[in-house]
């Protein structure tokens, strides 16, 4: 059951990158966006504990 739902989701992302590539796009760029003011403000706070 578990592994036919991978093949499942993965089928969906496989199929939403191919029907609209301009938005899978956009849900990556936005994605690597939040990635990296989640890391700068995790280095924010580790650098304001050492202060």
Excluded: C, D, E, W
């Excluded at 989701?9 to 939403?16: M, N, R, T």
């Amino acid at each position: 059951m578990k592994k036919n739902l991978r093949y499942v989701a993965i089928a969906f992302v496989i199929f939403y990158l191919l029907s609209s590539p301009t938005a899978a796009a956009h849900v990556v760029n936005n994605a690597f966006t939040q990635l990296g003011r989640a890391g700068s403000q995790l280095s924010s706070f580790v650098n304001a504990l050492g202060t």
